[in-house]
């Protein structure tokens, strides 16, 4: 089933520290369309539903990989 988080979205595009590039190419989706969300010229409110539900699936992925990284330090 196909979820969409604002909170995750917005959580990848100004906190997570991943670029606008990583993030394009990663998940296909254009760069520039990611760097006018960052940059605040767009609104996540406006995006496609599949293109929020992409940003949400890719966010949960980059904090799950950040959670194993912490726990393999520990």
Same mark, same amino acid.
């Given at each position: ?14 906190? %997570?520290?991943?670029?606008?590039? &990583? ?5 296909? +989706?254009? @760069? ?5 969300? $960052?940059?605040?010229? %767009?609104?996540?409110?406006?995006? &496609? ?5 992409? +940003?949400? @699936? ?5 904090? $799950? ?10």
């Amino acid at each position: 089933m196909l979820e969409a988080s604002e909170k995750d979205i917005q959580w990848l595009l100004f906190d %997570s520290g991943v670029s606008f590039y &990583r993030i394009g190419k990663d998940t296909g +989706l254009s @760069e520039s369309n990611i760097y006018r969300l $960052q940059q605040g010229q %767009s609104q996540i409110e406006n995006l &496609r539903f599949t293109t929020a539900c992409i +940003l949400t @699936e890719y966010a949960r992925k980059v904090k $799950q990989e950040e959670k194993r990284s912490i726990h393999m330090i520990k």
